[in-house]
Each structure stands twice: as C-alpha cells, then as structure tokens.
C-alpha cells in the first residue's frame, strides 16, 4: 500500500513539474510572438516567463487551492442530500463510491471489521 501511494506521489511531482514548464513555454511563446510587434518591448528568456508567472499568481490568484466558502457549501450539500436518502439509498451511494476509489475503501472496512470483532 505504501508503494501505491510513494508511486501516485512521484507522479503528481511530476506531471506538476511538467504542467508548469509547459505553462512557462506558452507565456514565453505568446510573450516574444505578440508583445514585442505591439508594444515594442524586448523579447524575454523561460526563466523570465517562469517569473512572470509566478508574480502573476502572487498577485491575482494566491496559492489556495479552493476558498473554504466553496467547501462548505459542498458539505452542507452533501449533508443535505444524505439526509434525504433511505437507508438502501445510502449503501448504494456508498457502494458505489467504494468501486469508484478502489482499495483505499477495502482497507477502511477490514479495520472497521477488525475494531468490531
């Protein structure tokens, strides 16, 4: 199980690592394609590209990663709709969550079976 999660982790590094050069190389190409005909600037380097990237996220974005109003209404929704639902309604949804994410779910029931043996 560690090895699952050491192997997802090294591939998230890296499919980030690679998101953000790419990102880098189509703010340098549309920097040097349309900035300097237009406004008469200079052409800028990726290392430059990745700096204004970077400054451009400081400035507008932050480094959240969703804001927490957007999370709680998820869970008073969430909340709200398994509320609603009978008790069969429940185990199917949950059920079927469980085929959805695989043996991270298995794990937590043969620990809960486990507790109430």
Do not use: D
Request: glycine share 8%.
């Amino acid at each position: 199980m560690k090895k699952f999660w050491i192997k997802k982790g090294l591939m998230f590094i890296t499919l980030f690592i690679a998101f953000v050069l790419l990102l880098g190389l189509v703010v340098m190409g549309l920097w040097n394609a349309i900035l300097p005909a237009v406004l008469g600037i200079k052409v800028i380097t990726f290392t430059q590209a990745l700096g204004i990237l970077l400054l451009s996220k400081i400035l507008f974005g932050g480094f959240r990663s969703g804001s927490r109003a957007n999370m709680e209404q998820w869970r008073m929704k969430m909340q709200e709709k398994m509320g609603s639902m009978t008790p069969e309604e429940k185990e199917k949804f949950k059920s079927e969550w469980r085929n959805r994410c695989g043996s991270r779910w298995k794990i937590r029931e043969q620990e809960t079976a486990k507790v109430s043996e």
